[in-house]
């Protein structure tokens, strides 16, 4: 073989080689791009079912409180509050305060906005409620006051509600109707008389 035919042959067995090499060179980056795409779906999965299950927790124990502060009210206007009411509406109270620093540390700008003002709102509910049970409300706070601001509450969560489902991608809002339905439940404030602004645990002034 001359030397013409031996480095033609050398030249086409280094082609060949650098094409196996280009070749398996972009079989590699293919693969790995598919490993970063299923490892950024699988990421956005877990992060998607992580924000959906504090959601769920944050609304739930959201209603339950507002809920709790309701029955609170109603117990203040027929009978002296017990030990174990106050324990109920304490733990109502822990639990959403749990799912709130939960919620602080994942959701999104939207969300959390609407969920701190339920958080402000229900924190300031609370507090008129515990100062009428403890006989010690502020000027102009009644009773019938904290009915008022505790049915306010629902707006509140229910516009919350609607901004986890937003971004969660799933269509469609929490309906007026059932603000209504929950406000014939747990409404304090259309049968509520006026009551005493002192007094802890005595019956409402009729």
Do not use: C
């Amino acid at each position: 073989m001359d030397m013409g035919a031996a480095l033609i042959a050398i030249v086409g067995v280094a082609g060949t080689l650098g094409g196996v090499l280009l070749t398996q060179r972009g079989a590699d980056r293919t693969k790995q791009r598919e490993l970063e795409l299923s490892r950024a779906i699988q990421e956005a999965r877990e992060d998607r079912e992580l924000r959906r299950r504090s959601y769920t927790d944050l609304h739930r124990d959201a209603r339950q409180f507002a809920t709790a502060l309701s029955r609170h009210l109603y117990v203040m206007r027929d009978r002296a509050v017990a030990d174990e009411d106050v324990r109920t509406l304490e733990e109502a109270k822990d639990a959403q305060r749990n799912g709130w620093s939960e919620a602080i540390m994942i959701a999104p700008g939207a969300v959390l906005a609407a969920a701190s003002a339920v958080n402000g709102a229900l924190t300031r509910v609370y507090g008129q409620v515990k100062r009428q049970e403890q006989g010690n409300p502020r000027q102009g706070e009644t009773l019938q006051t904290a009915a008022e601001a505790q049915q306010s509450l629902w707006p509140l969560i229910h516009a919350m509600g609607d901004a986890m489902r937003h971004d969660l991608g799933v269509p469609g809002e929490i309906r007026t109707t059932l603000h209504v339905a929950q406000a014939g439940h747990v409404g304090v404030q259309d049968d509520m008389p006026g009551v005493a602004e002192t007094g802890t645990g005595r019956r409402p002034q009729a």
